[in-house]
């Protein structure tokens, strides 16, 4: 699967964006897509999957402040990020399996095989 990621950018703590995923090539109709994020001198960490049957799984740090939806028309997952604070600086990524690696999506890396080259996004406070 070929991921693309857009949407990121500087923002002044409060503010809003939306991330976007544009992905090719599934070879199965099953599927998983997520977003990542990697901090500086941090590990990467899950925010949310997204199942192709629309189940949604989001780390719990992550529920409130932002949005999974997907476009299947589109082929395309988008990230909507409120609220944002100067910690949600990172590195965001996508990431898909398909077929998915579990029964259930996960937002665990292992579990994705495919990644994007990420889009920055910097939260001033």
């Known amino acids: 699967v070929q991921l693309v990621e857009s949407g990121g950018g500087s923002v002044h703590s409060g503010g809003s964006l939306r991330l976007a995923c544009a992905a090719s090539g599934y070879t199965s109709r099953r599927y998983c897509v997520a977003w990542f994020r990697q901090a500086p001198g941090k590990e990467r960490e899950g925010v949310v999957s997204v199942s192709s049957d629309g189940t949604t799984t989001y780390a719990d740090s992550m529920k409130g402040r932002f949005t999974v939806s997907q476009d299947n028309a589109k082929n395309t997952l988008y990230l909507q990020m409120d609220g944002l604070k100067p910690e949600d600086t990172a590195m965001y990524y996508c990431?898909?399996?398909?077929?998915?690696?579990?029964?259930?999506?996960?937002?665990?890396?292992?579990?994705?095989?495919?990644w994007g080259q990420g889009t920055q996004v910097t939260v001033s406070a």
């Open positions: 990431a898909a399996s398909s077929p998915p690696a579990a029964p259930i999506c996960t937002i665990i890396e292992a579990d994705f095989n495919d």
